[in-house]
Nanobody, 127 residues
Framework: QLQLVESGGGLVQPGGSLRLSCAAS????????IGWFRQAPGKEREGLSC????????SYVDSVKGRFSISRDDAKRTVYLQMNNLSLEDTAVYFC????????????????????WGQGTQVTVSS
């Protein structure tokens, strides 16, 4: 059974950068589409980005386009979320999620499609 562990969160000043990692165990990551989500206090969990099996399809929510970049290294069974130019509004717990797929042309930022979730990593942007 696939298990996901996020890491790389922390405290950063506005304008700073962080790289989050989502490490998989228990199964190969190569057959999964991956999504990154975040949840701020009192808010719904928001889909930020997704990457298809093989990395052919990538999608971002408008609020992070041009600032965040998703990538995957299936040999290391890890998916990354590079976050640049962070702002106070990016403060949240960040989660990765996986969905098994047989197609290289699917990814989604919709929470309901994903069955495996990590425990989350806290990102705090503060001066």
């Amino acid at each position: 059974q696939l298990q996901l562990v996020e890491s790389g969160g922390g405290l950063v000043q506005p304008g700073g950068s962080l790289r989050l990692s989502c490490a998989a165990s228990g199964s190969t990551l190569a057959s999964y589409a991956i999504g990154w989500f975040r949840q701020a206090p009192g808010k719904e969990r928001e889909g930020l980005s997704c990457i298809s099996m093989g990395g052919n399809i990538i999608s971002y929510v408008d609020s992070v386009k041009g600032r965040f970049s998703i990538s995957r290294d299936d040999a290391k069974r890890t998916v990354y979320l590079q976050m640049n130019n962070l702002s106070l509004e990016d403060t949240a717990v960040y989660f990765c999620a996986a969905r098994p797929t047989v197609t290289r042309t699917w990814c989604s930022r919709t929470r309901a499609f994903f069955s495996s979730w990590g425990q989350g990593t806290q990102v705090t942007v503060s001066s």
